[in-house]
Nanobody, 127 residues
Framework: QVQLVESGGGLVQAGGSLRLSCAAS????????MGWFRQAPGKEREFVAF????????YYADSVKGRFTISRDNAKNTVSLQMNSLIPEDTAVYYC????????????????????WGQGAQVTVSS
């Protein structure tokens, strides 16, 4: 079982940066593929970024590619999302998620493949 806790959200002006962190409990964190999702008011939860259990594979939604970077530190049981060049459309609650089993490339963005979710962190980008 993995428990996830996000931190680092907040209010930032457009063009600014934020770094989200997700701390995981449990001794098997290094075996989990991890993802970040976000949900804006009135919208469905959408995929943002993926990182494989080893960190060797990363994948991004087109809307954040080139601006966001996902990383992980298996020794510290953490996964992070560095967000640069933020725009108002990035405003949402951001969730980290863990998947017990390795995913194929076609599954990285599928919410149903993730078994564990954090409580979310609010990110607000003002114009």
């Amino acid at each position: 079982q993995v428990q996830l806790v996000e931190s680092g959200g907040g209010l930032v002006q457009a063009g600014g940066s934020l770094r989200l962190s997700c701390a995981a409990s449990g001794r098997t964190f290094s075996s989990y593929d991890m993802g970040w999702f976000r949900q804006a008011p009135g919208k469905e939860r959408e995929f943002v970024a993926f990182i494989s259990w080893s960190g060797g594979i990363t994948y991004y939604a087109d809307s954040v590619k080139g601006r966001f970077t996902i990383s992980r530190d298996n020794a510290k049981n953490t996964v992070s999302l560095q967000m640069n060049s933020l725009i108002p459309e990035d405003t949402a609650v951001y969730y980290c998620a863990a998947a017990r089993s390795s995913m194929s490339s076609g599954e990285y963005g599928s919410k149903w493949r993730y078994n564990h979710w954090g409580q979310g962190a609010q990110v607000t980008v003002s114009s």
